[in-house]
């Protein structure tokens, strides 16, 4: 008879004192596993920790706070975070009108550095990067490609969705403010999603 | 049996080291929570491991090598995705 | 280890044992009131329902937890959910655990049914373990259904209005009792209310009830014995503690470790909230398990004849499974010895698949009559046919020179891949059979379009590729020349090289 897959059999260990030991040892082996994976598990209790309850004080209004100011030179990217401390965002003088874009000659944008694929944050801005000589930001991570001009459309690259912009603020003395974000999503903060009050959840507002 | 004794000590040590990495971790950001997935699921696979080779040895046989293979496989495996994931 | 070792540890080993001893008397786990389990059920096929309540325990952990955030109300149920994913910590992973746990709980469900059914266990003196089955079967779809509604999504919402109606077109009385315990006195947030309700506290109550109910009828007959017996080590009895228990705890560490790979792979985002501008841009498609019902309704005959009508089908297929043990009244439950049934197992399995693919791609589309007798009589026809065929060849030859003894592992083997390769052929075979006919009856009524003519180009090539799979099982399992089993039979069984077959 061929042997059986399952288990190769052995004879059984003819010593007494090791057999038993070797029960023994693992009998308690087995017990820390289990004691070890069910702790493991129990670790997501963590989940009843007591954060702010709903509508309490979850911030709903983005903050609004100086991020730059008009005479900045061209092609020269102001690197900020926003709406959450830990965040990084990228506002530049295009040089060139663009959608969304403020100041005399509509031409600063901003936008999220984190890329709408995969989450990386190597977002980077090219002044000519584009296929036709046009500003885009590129994400050196996978390549994804976005159109600067038209609000960080998707031009290249596998990310499907645009970069969330930075909405902006300008005052009369030249002072940009940012004062929110446009839909996607940040992303990690219900990523797909167009409701922008996400983008304040989870980490510490900048203020 | 000596290289299964060893077998299971390395499981106990990866468990422990999972585990406590588990209940240090803070849970604030959304990539914490995928690395407390991954963490959680190598525990629970080498947990199914140590039952395994617990099984086998009750009966005085010895586990099949291929499923301690694979067992150690997917957790190499799951180490490696949480450069994705992470 | 020597023996020096041993008298040096021999006083932690002492009180090792006296502390393992302290629980022993208290909690009799030596001795425990549950019977032992025969070796041969440490199987993976054996616990699939034991995975089930697993899923189900998972499902009870992640929504207690998510229980003390939401708030099921209409104008906070979407909210709260969202605060849930975004807030709470760990709230995105439990809540896609909870989700895909779900359908893992219900596909469990329907294979540990569909195993039960392919080897029998539904006969004497088990019947009534079935008819318990079937209860909780339904529970667990109504779980399913209840919870859908609670994210109160655009998604969920619209599915969930069109099931409350589709309920209430059941039989008056029936519909009465079932609207009231579902809707209430109308309006959405008793509904939803009712809905939660349902969800957290009756339903639960009542499958731990029924699940009572089973595991005592499962104390009092044992494990069903394998259908070709097993040999005597196979019989040998396992205690329940540790060692079934510890088996358990490994297909459940290994099922939960699964569960958590999969919601890392496919991480959820919250569709948008119900709003009825939006909904009314939304064709409303039930979630995966009710596709098959949401395909029969659409046909058209029952368009025009009413809902009643199709329901009073559906209604008859879940009472045809309820009575199931007794209408199959035979003894015999060997496969050999029940083609009809095993061919209307195989058939039935082929045409949920069918109808739930179908109901997949073609949401709000009614389906013509001609196109739904052609698709699953021609699925029904096949399939039929198709495990007629293998049954007689498998069997015919074999029926009278196969022994009871236990089969080997290698024939163990071939036959486990043989299962595998035969549940993907009747899946896919399914699907593609389906489409094929589908592309066909559509250009035949709307004519040759490229699309039309690429659908059915695809579908056939898949057709194809499932037919030349089935010759080759089929040439694997034909014992004149099949080279896996014929070498399995000569090797074991002992049978002359020169024997034809």
């Known amino acids: 008879m061929t042997p059986s897959k399952d288990t190769e059999k052995t004879k059984p260990d003819e010593d007494e004192e090791v057999d038993t030991s070797r029960r023994d040892f693992l009998k308690i082996a087995m017990t820390l596993s289990a004691v070890m994976a069910f702790g493991g598990i129990g670790t997501v209790l963590k989940s009843i920790s007591n954060p702010a309850p709903p509508g309490a004080s979850n911030p709903t209004t983005f903050p609004r706070v100086q991020v730059s100011n008009t005479n900045i030179p061209i092609n020269s990217p102001v690197y900020f975070n926003y709406p959450l401390d830990s965040e990084p965002n990228f506002l530049v003088k295009l040089g060139q009108k663009a959608a969304g874009g403020i100041g005399p000659n509509q031409d600063i944008v901003a936008f999220s550095q984190i890329c709408q694929h995969l989450g990386c944050i190597s977002i980077s801005y090219q002044a000519t990067g584009g296929s036709t000589g046009g500003p885009v930001a590129k994400c050196s991570c996978h390549g994804s490609v976005f159109d600067m001009l038209q609000s960080a459309k998707v031009v290249g690259g596998p990310s499907p969705r645009p970069l969330p912009q930075v909405q902006l603020d300008v005052d009369a003395s030249g002072n940009i403010f940012a004062k929110g974000m446009g839909p996607p999503t940040i992303y990690f903060h219900n990523t797909g999603s167009n409701d922008v009050s996400a983008d304040l959840q989870g980490g510490n507002p900048v203020s | 049996m000596r290289l299964y004794s060893r077998i299971v000590l390395l499981l106990l040590v990866l468990q422990a080291d999972v585990t406590g990495f588990l209940i240090a971790l803070s849970f604030a950001s959304n990539v914490n929570q995928n690395t407390f997935a991954l963490l959680l699921s190598v525990d629970l696979i080498a947990f199914a491991m140590m039952t395994y080779i617990y099984r086998t040895a009750k009966l005085n046989a010895l586990p099949n090598r291929t499923w301690i293979i694979v067992g150690s496989a997917i957790i190499v495996g799951i180490f490696f995705s949480s450069i994705i994931f992470t | ?501």
């Open chain 3, 1 to 501: 280890m020597t023996a020096q070792d041993d008298t040096r540890h021999s006083g932690s080993r002492d009180r090792l044992a006296r502390l393992v001893q302290w629980f022993d008397t208290r909690l009799g786990l030596s001795n425990p009131v549950f019977r032992p389990v025969p070796q041969y059920s440490i199987n993976p096929f054996y616990w699939l329902g034991a995975l089930a309540v697993t899923a189900f325990v998972i499902q009870g952990i992640t929504g207690i937890i998510m229980m003390l955030y939401y708030v099921p109300s209409p104008t906070q149920a979407y909210s709260s959910t969202q605060y849930i994913f975004n807030s709470v910590p760990y709230g995105r992973f439990l809540e896609t655990v909870h989700l895909y746990t779900a359908y893992a709980m219900i596909m469990l469900s329907f294979m540990h049914m569909m195993r039960g059914y392919f080897v029998s266990v539904q006969k004497k003196p088990r019947e009534l373990m079935w008819v318990t089955g079937m209860l909780m079967g339904f529970v667990t779809l109504g779980f399913g259904f209840t919870g859908y509604l609670l994210p109160w999504t655009v998604v969920s919402k619209s599915a969930t209005d069109v099931g409350i109606s589709i309920i209430g077109a059941l039989p008056p009385g029936l519909a009465n009792f079932l609207s009231f315990l579902i809707v209430g006195a109308g309006g959405d947030s008793t509904t939803l209310l009712r809905f939660y309700d349902l969800h957290i506290i009756l339903l639960p109550a009542v499958l731990l009830v029924l699940l009572a109910a089973k595991m005592y009828m499962l104390e009092t007959h044992g494990i069903s014995e394998p259908v070709r017996g097993a040999s005597e080590k196979k019989r040998k009895l396992i205690p329940i503690f540790p060692d079934a228990t510890v088996y358990l705890l490994e297909l459940a560490a290994l099922f939960g470790a699964g569960m958590l790979i999969i919601s890392l792979l496919f991480p959820l985002s919250l569709p948008p909230q119900f709003t009825p501008e939006l909904a009314a841009t939304y064709t409303p498609q039930p979630d995966w398990y009710f596709l098959w019902v949401y395909q029969i309704i659409k046909i058209s005959a029952f368009e025009t004849a009413g809902l009643p009508v199709a329901l009073s089908v559906v209604t008859l297929i879940f009472v045809i499974f309820v009575i199931l043990p007794f209408i199959d009244r035979g003894e015999k439950r060997r496969f050999a010895d029940r083609p009809l049934f095993i061919s209307l197992g195989v058939v039935f399995v082929a045409e949920l698949i069918a109808l739930t693919y179908w109901g997949l791609v073609t949401p709000g589309q009614i389906i013509s009559n001609e196109q739904a007798a052609l698709v699953l009589g021609g699925i029904a026809i096949a399939v039929v046919g198709g495990t007629y065929l293998m049954h007689d060849l498998l069997y015919r030859r074999v029926r009278s020179k196969l022994p009871m003894g236990s089969p080997s592992t290698s024939l163990r083997t071939a036959q486990a891949w043989t299962c595998t390769a035969f549940v993907l052929l009747v899946g896919l075979g399914a699907i593609t059979i389906g489409t094929s006919l589908d592309a066909t009856v559509r250009i035949a009524l709307a004519g040759l379009t490229l699309g039309n003519f690429e659908a059915l180009l695809v579908s056939l090539l898949g057709l194809g590729g499932v037919v030349l799979g089935t010759i080759f099982l089929l040439y694997r399992l034909d014992l004149g020349t099949g080279s896996i089993k014929r070498r399995v039979r000569l090797f074991e069984l002992g049978w002359d090289k020169d024997e034809t077959l």
